[in-house]
């Protein structure tokens, strides 16, 4: 045991000057950047709003009307819409687009527009069932990931899911 004490102190130190060293893009350096695994988690939740909101619309126009399954597709797409505006606000804007941004990237500003108008769009969601909303959030996701990530990488990710 004595002999691997200082292969672990050395260990930890390590660790902790890497993480000091990571830069410090969210509210605890990670060292874990997932900006396009969020993408594929908001376009998870917009195709599960869209799939509640057609099982609501169904559901309701049914004979008898099966009160407990609409209520359950109305709290799955509520839910869905509040975890889509919780990562647009606490991973890409409070964390991934800064405003230091604003002074070096000409892109900023489309993207903080873009980012809200999705809010927007996911608030709409959670008040009704109209798909237009959706084919709205579908959209605002393609220009920001054009905006965010640029047309190349949009490109290669719609190769890899096809």
């Not at 900006?35 to 008898?64: C, F, N, W």
């Not at 509040?82 to 606000?89: K, P």
Request: hydrophobic share 40%; proline share 2%.
């Amino acid at each position: 045991m004595k002999k691997l004490m200082p292969a672990l102190v050395v260990t930890m130190l390590a660790l902790v000057g890497w993480v000091s060293i990571a830069g410090a893009h969210c509210e605890i350096p990670c060292g874990i950047y997932g900006d396009e695994l969020r993408y594929h988690l908001l376009m998870e939740h917009i195709e599960t709003i869209e799939k509640s909101m057609k099982q609501i619309v169904e559901l309701s126009g049914a004979t008898p009307m099966n009160t407990n399954q609409v209520v359950r597709w109305v709290t799955n797409k509520e839910k869905h819409a509040d975890e889509f505006q919780h990562i647009i606000t606490q991973y890409f804007m409070t964390q991934r687009v800064k405003p230091d941004d604003a002074k070096k990237d000409a892109g900023y500003a489309k993207k903080i527009g873009l980012l809200h108008a999705m809010l927007f769009e996911a608030m709409r969601c959670k008040q009704m069932t109209d798909l237009k909303h959706v084919e709205l959030l579908k959209k605002y996701m393609g220009e920001f990931h054009d905006a965010y990530f640029g047309a190349d990488a949009k490109k290669h990710l719609e190769e890899h899911h096809q």
